[in-house]
């Protein structure tokens, strides 16, 4: 499939009205996740909700150097000034980390902007984004709303991306294929050998996109990142957010990781406006080394009590690597949610074919206790 020609930002948005939806509505949402759960969570008033475990956060919350950093950042007086030294110095300081030139980091206003970005460029090109159902749609949307046609490929019996049928979709029309890995809303994530040869093959065809939000909550993060794979090709880009184990979803901040050649063409779709004080909480939180490791034991903890209660009520859940857990109630979606919600719950939106499903995300301990003693009464 062919690139459209470079546009320059002011070019591209007169010349797309499809393009100009996309950006209108990712303003309005921040990311898929939100435009996705608002459908659902319509009815409930902000702050009704004991626990609202439907939007895959991090409950924990940031790291503490990470609010003293923006605190000395505003007190330091660096409002009125443009972030300009902060933000080579956190390029700097990710492109160390993932071994590669700064040049190949693209920031983002969270890794939405980088999934809608590329989206829509890939969207333009008018062919096939290639992606497992159910998935993470943001890329994926906004591929559609400047073209692009999506093909959805079932999962396989374990609730992860099938690889093998994801490969055989590819031909002359793809534009794109999207591997969420971990997967949202299943959690799972696929096998590190299988994922690299799947990269290897099929970037050699087009162009390959793994969004890795979730990764560090995974085991065996170093043998599962595909980031070391971007240097030496043209075809791959892998999406990092800090909105998930850093804890700094409302901060928006997030990037990618891929060829310098790939990476200048989306800067000119989009310049990755962070703040300040974002970008100060940002370098805080990579270098508070011991922040990771102790949020992902937090949350796996956590996690287990709920893995056990499902176990004990014989409901079949996939796989977690994730803040989240994915399984099967064998009831409809809706009668779950409602039920939930009367106990002071709120659980994911549906993910369609999978309508006997649910999507839970883990939260603070109490909120986990409430949820557990929910499904108890709900699905017991
Ligand atoms: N990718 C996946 C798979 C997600 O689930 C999410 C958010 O839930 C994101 C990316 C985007 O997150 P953010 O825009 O906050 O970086």
């Known amino acids: 499939m062919t690139a459209p020609a470079t546009l320059s930002r002011r070019q591209w948005l007169l010349t797309s009205g499809a393009a100009l939806a996309g950006l209108a509505l990712s303003s309005r949402f921040l990311n898929e996740e939100m435009r996705a759960q608002a459908a659902t969570e319509r009815l409930v008033t902000p702050g ?93 949307r906004s591929a559609e709303s400047a073209g692009g046609r999506a093909i959805g490929v079932p999962l396989n019996a374990r609730q992860e991306h099938d690889l093998d049928a994801m490969a055989a979709k590819v031909g002359p029309a793809t534009s794109v294929v999207y591997v ?60 990092r957010t800090f909105s998930k184990i850093y804890g700094l979803a409302g901060l928006r901040i997030g990037y990618g990781i891929t060829s310098a050649a790939f990476a200048a063409r ?46 004990e009520l014989g409901k079949r859940y996939a796989e977690p690597q994730t803040n989240f857990v994915f399984f099967q109630t064998g009831r409809p979606h809706r009668e779950v949610y409602d039920r939930m919600l009367a106990e002071g719950v709120v659980i994911a939106r549906p993910f369609p074919p999978m309508l006997d499903w649910v999507r839970l995300s883990i939260g603070l301990p109490e909120e986990n206790a409430l949820a557990r003693a929910a499904l108890r009464k709900v699905l017991g």
């Open 48 to 140: 009704t909700a004991r626990a609202r475990l439907s939007l895959n956060e991090n409950p924990f919350g940031p790291s503490p150097a990470a609010l003293e950093a923006m605190q000395r950042y505003l007190a330091a007086g660096k409002a009125s000034r443009y972030p300009f030294a902060e933000l080579n110095e956190l390029t700097n300081l990710l492109a160390n980390k993932e071994g590669v030139s700064p040049d190949q980091i693209v920031l983002g206003v969270g890794s939405g902007e980088i999934l809608d970005l590329a989206g829509l460029y890939f969207g333009l090109m008018k062919g096939e984004v290639i992606y497992a159902n159910p998935g993470y749609l943001q890329l994926i």
């Open 180 to 239: 969420a890995n971990p997967h949202n809303p299943t959690g799972t994530a696929v096998e590190p050998e299988a994922l690299k040869e799947f990269v290897r093959r099929v970037a050699e065809k087009t162009f390959v996109f793994v969004d890795e939000a979730y990764l560090d909550l995974a085991d065996n993060y170093a043998g599962r990142t595909v980031a070391g794979m971007v240097n030496g090709r043209r075809n791959l880009l892998v999406a």
């Open 266 to 311: 989306l800067r000119t779709y989009g310049v990755g406006s962070l703040t300040g004080p974002g970008i100060a909480a940002a370098l805080a939180s990579l270098r508070d080394e011991g922040y990771v490791a102790s949020t992902r034991a937090k949350i796996l903890a956590e996690r287990a009590q709920l893995l056990t209660l499902l176990r």
